[in-house]
């Protein structure tokens, strides 16, 4: 097992359009979280999962964003209708559960940029 | 609620020890971490300290944690141009999810 993985890299897309981000977890973690870092910030929790089973979602993740995690394995997070602010990196982490206090193992990212 | 709060910039000489500041307002935090982030990457946790401890060290990496004042440090001893990076401070909350400060930029100068 290689890690997070995260796709795409980078993606670039027009305003109103609908983005795709995908993540797959390390295996064995059945605990994964959705970040979003813009310049200059930390990252800002959005949401995160436990096995199939979306338990907490951030004022942050407006109607236009869903995220899904259908066999408890990989997830994807999908923003409908692009704004520019929502340019930022989006990040992937997966944890253990009981092991959560070793911290997230993070992903490299997908940077947004809405043109 | 959680706000992690850290200063922006930090520069200091190759060879000297770095400290890295980091405040937090969630009494309950059980866990707290540091993170490093190289341009264009990740993150990569660095430490993590428990709270009921006072101190961790681990090889050139020294956590200092003040749980009555919410302090939190890191002290980076004999710091190498590698280190050059932003460093973010995070505090688990009690639904075990990770809040994050806006992270210190750290130089290391040649």
């Known amino acids: 097992d290689t890690g997070v993985s995260q796709d795409p890299r980078h993606k670039i897309t027009k305003r109103g359009q609908n983005v795709t981000f995908r993540c797959d977890p390390i295996s064995e973690h059945n605990r994964l979280y959705w970040y979003r870092q813009t310049l200059g910030q930390g990252p800002e929790f959005l949401t995160y999962f436990q096995n199939e089973a979306q338990l907490e979602k951030s004022r942050l993740l407006s109607d236009r964003f869903s995220a899904e995690r259908p066999k408890g394995s990989f997830s994807t997070l999908e923003i409908q209708r692009t704004e520019q602010g929502d340019s930022a990196m989006y990040l992937c982490?997966?944890?253990?559960?009981?092991?959560?206090?070793?911290?997230?193992?993070f992903g490299s990212g997908t940077r947004l940029t809405v043109v | 609620g959680e706000d992690v709060e850290q200063s922006l910039f930090l520069s200091v000489r190759e060879g000297d020890s770095s400290v890295i500041n980091c405040t937090y307002t969630?009494?309950?935090?059980?866990?707290l971490y540091w993170y490093k982030q190289e341009p264009g990457a990740g993150l990569q946790l660095l430490t993590y300290?428990?709270?009921?401890?006072d101190m961790k060290q681990d090889q050139r990496l020294t956590v200092l944690l003040n749980k009555k004042d919410k302090h939190l440090s890191l002290r980076i001893a004999d710091t190498q141009t590698g280190d050059s990076a932003i460093y973010f401070c995070?505090?688990?909350?009690?639904?075990?999810?990770?809040?994050f400060g806006t992270g210190t930029r750290l130089t290391v100068i040649p």
């Open positions: 300290i428990f709270s009921n401890m």
């Open positions: 995070a505090e688990r909350n009690g639904a075990n999810n990770l809040f």
């Open positions: 982490a997966s944890s253990l559960e009981g092991t959560v206090n070793y911290g997230y193992t």
């Open positions: 969630d009494s309950s935090s059980t866990y």
